[in-house]
């Protein structure tokens, strides 16, 4: 009831100013840079302004049914056997070209794929969380290192084959984006205003127990099928039927409008450390300002909260 008040009070000017106006306080509240914080940060302060003490997160939920677009992607990407078997180079050829029709960061991450030598999961996966390719992050950072790899900051993933191919991504995404994104920023982000909050869909024993089922149970076809499945009556038809909504706020428009001169106040102090290349991050901030698809809001908005 909470998220649904909130939601609906963000399409009110007035609770946008209020949210504008906290938006400095999230990132004080941080204490190592992420991406992903202010969203929680808001929902936190409203339900604790309602009195609650405790709260219950859905967090899990789509890693481990299968509710996130990664999920068909990949698995429709492996049982691709055809195009795995093109060559290389072909494949490299077609996707320079898919990329230069179609500019975008999707396209570049379809393009990143087909040069990929095999389409096994260490070599896939990272590619479908990357914000900045390592070419770009080289440009940007002024660093001697000459063999930067942005794979080389995930941890090791030791994954049987024998355990069903939706769970082996699964587990990349425990492993990565939760823990270090989503389960630290909504631990630090709710506990900035007193706010305990659980978890349940991350419980061992469910997670142990719905890793081991069949890729047939939990095939998505329809977001997070098995959790639906196992719910059957108890969700009404609207809530089951709806379209997948993610929650988040318009920071395309706000980092162009009213977030302006805050976004040019904070890449100007990026500017001026020593470790990055001035002159790449400026022509990223001009890309944005000016609607080039490769460069969209998250990547400025990672700048300006580094």
Request: charged content about 25%; overall charge neutral.
């Amino acid at each position: 009831e909470c998220m649904k008040e909130v939601e609906h009070q963000l399409k009110n000017l007035s609770i946008l100013k209020d949210f504008l106006n906290e938006l400095p306080n999230a990132l004080r509240a941080m204490d190592h840079p992420s991406g992903d914080g202010p969203n929680t940060f808001v929902v936190s302060k409203a339900t604790r302004e309602k009195g609650i003490t405790v709260a219950l997160s859905g967090l899990g939920g789509d890693e481990l049914f299968a509710g996130y677009s990664v999920f068909t992607q990949l698995k429709k990407l492996k049982e691709n056997h055809l195009l795995e078997n093109i060559p290389v180079m072909l494949r490299k050829w077609a996707g320079n070209a898919y990329a230069g029709i179609k500019p975008g960061i999707a396209s570049r991450k379809v393009k990143e794929i087909l040069r990929q030598p095999a389409f096994d999961l260490p070599l896939t996966y990272p590619v479908s969380r990357r914000i900045y390719f390592d070419e770009e992050l080289k440009q940007i950072l002024q660093l001697d290192e000459k063999n930067l790899s942005s794979d080389a900051l995930l941890p090791p993933m030791h994954i049987k084959n024998s355990i069903p191919y939706l769970s082996q991504i699964s587990i990349y995404e425990f492993g990565t984006y939760m823990q270090n994104v989503l389960l630290r920023d909504t631990d630090q982000m709710s506990m900035a205003h007193a706010l305990e909050v659980r978890e349940p869909f991350l419980d061992f024993e469910l997670v142990e127990y719905v890793l081991g089922v069949s890729d047939d149970f939990k095939n998505p076809v329809t977001p997070k099928k098995l959790l639906v499945d196992a719910m059957g009556h108890r969700l009404p038809p609207e809530i089951v039927n709806r379209k997948k909504m993610g929650f988040s706020f318009p920071w395309k428009n706000w980092l162009q409008g009213e977030l302006r001169n805050f976004c040019e106040e904070k890449l100007q102090s990026l500017l001026d450390r020593d470790f990055i290349n001035a002159k790449e991050v400026k022509a990223l901030q001009k890309k944005f300002f000016t609607g080039d698809n490769n460069v969209n809001w998250i990547r400025i908005w990672l700048l300006i909260v580094l």
